[in-house]
């Protein structure tokens, strides 16, 4: 005898592959967003990391703004107490040197020429005086240039004075530079002196 299915399995087995294709689909689904999810995870984690690493930076790059800061204003600082003691150095290797000129100065006036004025600004002299005659002043002048302390004199006016005053004399105004002498030359010129005052 022939046995004949007349069940609708065809619709069954649809129903059984279409059933098992969305548990499938779910499945797979289910996969993408967890793995999704794990990759976002893991991206936010890498995220955090990489900004717990720029804090890190920011911070060290602030505080080597401020070392860097703090390195320039001592540096400032060490440059102007290094100028400041430069000029105290200079003022107190200078100090001496004034009197020095003074005394060259009086050494170097000849006979007839009288000084009324004498002004030191920066490193040159104004110098003020009346002369006895005009080679007085040539003279002096000429004394001015082989003397150690002092050099280029420049005669800047010569006025003869009222000759119902003084007779014949003459007023003049001179510029001399400040000459610094080194060691060497400073020991020669004393040695000059000592010898000339032992003569």
């Known amino acids: 005898m022939t046995l004949v299915n007349l069940l609708p399995w065809r619709q069954q087995r649809r129903a059984e592959l279409k059933t098992q294709f969305f548990v499938i689909l779910g499945v797979m689904v289910l996969l993408a967003v967890v793995v999704a999810w794990g990759i976002n995870w893991q991206v936010r984690q890498k995220i955090l990391v990489q900004l717990a690493r720029n804090d890190l930076v920011h911070t060290a790059q602030s505080s080597l703004e401020q070392d860097i800061a703090t390195t320039t204003e001592l540096e400032k600082q060490r440059s102007q107490l290094i100028g400041r003691l430069r000029i105290i150095q200079d003022l107190q290797g200078r100090r001496s040197i004034i009197v020095h000129q003074l005394d060259e100065l009086v050494r170097i006036v000849p006979a007839g020429v009288y000084l009324t004025h004498f002004a030191k600004i920066d490193n040159r002299f104004e110098v003020e005086g009346i002369a006895e005659a005009n080679n007085r ?53 004393a040695a000059s002196t000592s010898s000339a005052n032992g003569s």
């Open 137 to 189: 002043i040539s003279h002096f002048m000429r004394n001015i240039s082989r003397s150690i302390w002092f050099r280029n004199p420049v005669l800047s006016e010569v006025a003869v004075t009222d000759k119902k005053i003084l007779s014949a004399t003459s007023h003049f105004k001179l510029t001399v530079f400040e000459n610094v002498p080194d060691q060497a030359a400073l020991a020669a010129y």
